[in-house]
């Protein structure tokens, strides 16, 4: 699921067009309907022509709610950048194209707007070169401009269709298995309690999920999810989400803070920067400089440290160290933009280097500034992660020769993987394990785990008179090596969330034949099949050494249910056309060995004689105890083996 966020000078016409494009009217607030004016964040959603179903986030455009609209932008995965006909570019449209740039939000559509205000074609015809002459060089370069009217609706398919056009080749959010949601609003709702609501990234909330609410660290648990109002079991990476959590007062989380399962992240005070100064700001940005950061939805007062330089002019790049007045959630990648606080002025933004330096930089220190250069680069550990994903699940050797790593750093490397949960180790305890010990990114794991869960949630409920999915037919589906399959498997049977069971493992001379179920499955017959089976059941009791061959069984039960007999135990196959109860089964063999310990030997017609069946029965029957290793053939007779 994506999100497409608005971005422009205010009364360009931004909500107009939202509730045009969805039926919803974004401002949400008496104030903002009375001015005309998006103060706060709005929320929509839509359908696009694909079947795509977005959310839509509606920022200010009035310079002095800028900060307002810093809270939602950086979540969005597409922009709809709207200027209105009538005025053209004005200052918060370059002022949210930058921020766009800085955050590094890759593609969108412009709306050219208002349309239906403007009758020379050629003053239209002026905008659009000057919208065109504005976006070149920033991430919009390349974004089509619509020309739309939300009164007349004209243009509205044609936007539509552009921003389908603008999200069909862009990747989903990844699931990295440790769900993160920056709060961007809070609110109560009576009988439900404490709602907060995000874009939810980096892994799967489910209903009944215990919680941490950072970097307070309060605890609480998930009650309920609703995506675009409709309720959910599971919030998706990408969605815009509402998480309604269980033991938490309202007063207790704020916009800005972070819903995260426990343990999965560690507020930071600290952090370093790659930073972008905009080329337009009022005076060059000096050491010990206080600024606000603006990360997720998390809005801090900060100190920047400059580190390398004096002294940063407009347009330069360079190494930041923050110190934060409070602490916020990041992680390594997270984009971000610095304001000064007064007089208010947006001065550039970058990406988080290290989200949690041990110390203060010594700021000019070259291996300090070495450091973060690699870093910048991608880490050994990014380099290692990478190549995780691209061999799956592979010997630790042949993923460190993927990477290209030296040995000692490929250790390194893998220590801090293991340690931070993004790949784990599947053949061996950690201490022991060494060049051919298989590795896997988590992610790989999280979602192999899952498809072999949900294969034989599948299966059994295909076939719900069998006790499990065989474990090669498993095997078969899953399409892995025989040593990783045997592998993953034991990994996820001792999780507990599947079982092994060795069908038919009390028969002499027969190997069980293993079956993959869930635990708790078991075969439960209806009234009617109950009914059926019975009257199968007593036939076999009536004639118990001449019973009814496989054949009429499955004519007169069914075949699912005639196997869910041999797999429960209750029948026993001796061949492709003979079959008894178990009880009479287990009889005939005892009977059989008698004799033979008795008289040396028994023949077919001194068996039919005995048992008063016929020479059809007799022959299956001794096959079978051939087949087991029971008896051995000596002409006409049968010995003890």
């Keep these: 699921m994506r999100v497409i966020g608005t971005a422009g000078h205010v009364d360009h016409g931004k909500s107009t067009l939202i509730e045009a494009l969805t039926g919803i009217h974004p401002d949400r607030l008496q104030e903002e309907r009375e001015r005309e004016m998006t103060i706060v964040l709005g929320f929509a959603w839509l359908t696009l022509p694909q079947g795509e179903e977005v959310g839509v986030i509606d920022v200010p455009g009035h310079r002095d709610f800028i900060e307002n609209m810093l809270s939602g932008i950086a979540a969005i995965d597409a922009a709809l950048f709207v200027v209105a006909a009538d005025e053209g570019v004005m200052p918060q449209t ?90 961007d609003r809070v609110f109560t709702m009576p009988g439900f309690g404490t709602i907060v609501t995000g874009t939810l990234s980096d892994g799967h909330l489910t209903v009944g999920d215990e919680v941490t609410i950072l970097p307070g660290g309060l605890g609480g648990r998930v009650r309920g999810l609703q995506t675009h109002k409709r309720k959910e079991q599971t919030a998706i990476p990408g969605s815009r989400t509402a998480v309604n959590i269980s033991g938490l007062d309202v007063t207790q989380v704020a916009r800005g803070d972070v819903i995260a399962h426990p343990g999965d992240y560690h507020p930071t005070r600290r952090i370093d920067l790659r930073f972008r100064a905009l080329a337009d700001i009022s005076t060059p940005i000096r050491h010990n400089t206080q600024v606000k950061l603006f990360i997720g939805a998390a809005e801090v007062l900060a100190r ?197 069971i060795a069908m038919r493992q009390n028969l002499p001379g027969v190997s069980p034949l293993p079956v993959i179920s869930q635990p708790g499955h078991a075969i439960q017959f209806t009234p009617e099949q109950q009914a059926r089976v019975d009257r199968l059941l007593a036939q076999f009791k009536a004639e118990p050494y001449a019973p009814p061959t496989i054949k009429t069984c499955m004519e007169n039960i069914g075949e699912d249910l005639y196997h869910a007999l041999v797999d429960l135990g209750q029948l026993m ?11 009479d089964y287990q009889r005939l063999v005892g009977q059989v060995r008698y004799w033979i310990e008795k008289e040396g030997s028994i023949s077919v017609a001194q068996m039919r004689d005995r048992f008063n069946t016929s020479r059809r029965y007799v022959l299956a029957f001794l096959e079978h105890l051939d087949t087991i290793h029971m008896t051995v053939r000596d002409g006409d007779v049968r010995r003890l083996k």
């Design 304 to 500: 920047l440290r400059l580190l390398g330089t004096e002294v940063l002019k407009p347009g330069d790049e360079g190494w930041l160290q923050l110190e934060l007045e409070r602490p916020v959630v990041a992680i390594r990648g997270d984009r971000y933009i610095l304001r000064r606080p007064s007089p208010g002025e947006t001065l550039g933004g970058g990406v988080v280097v290290d989200p949690a330096p041990k110390k203060r930089h010594k700021r000019f220190d070259g291996k300090t500034l070495g450091k973060l250069e690699s870093l910048s680069g991608g880490t050994p550990a990014d380099i290692l992660l990478q190549s995780l994903l691209s061999v799956g699940i592979a010997p630790l050797k042949e993923a460190i020769a993927h990477a290209s790593l030296e040995a000692q750093t490929a250790d390194q490397a893998l220590e801090a993987l293991l340690d931070s949960g993004q790949a784990l180790v599947l053949n061996a305890e950690r201490a022991q394990m060494n060049s051919n010990s298989l590795v896997v990114a988590a992610r790989i794991w999280l979602d192999l785990k899952n498809r072999v869960e949900v294969e034989i949630a599948n299966y059994l409920a295909a076939y719900p008179l069998r006790h499990g999915m065989p474990r090669e037919e498993l095997k078969s589906r899953l399409k892995l090596p025989a040593r990783i399959f045997n592998v993953v498997l034991e990994k996820i049977l001792a999780s507990g969330s599947l079982v092994e």
């Design 94 to 183: 370059r002022e949210h194209l930058a921020i766009l740039d800085l955050l590094q939000i890759q593609g969108g559509v412009v709306a050219l707007t208002k349309t239906d205000l403007v009758d020379d074609p050629e003053w239209l015809d002026l905008v659009e070169a000057d919208v065109s002459e504005t976006l070149a060089g920033t991430v919009l370069a390349e974004a089509p401009i619509v020309r739309v009217s939300a009164r007349t609706r004209e243009g509205l398919p044609a936007l539509l269709a552009a921003l389908d056009a603008a999200l069909v080749d862009k990747p989903h959010r990844l699931d990295l298995g440790r769900p993160r949601l920056p709060v």
């Design 573 to 583: 196959p001796v061949s492709s056309e003979v079959v008894y109860r178990w009880d």
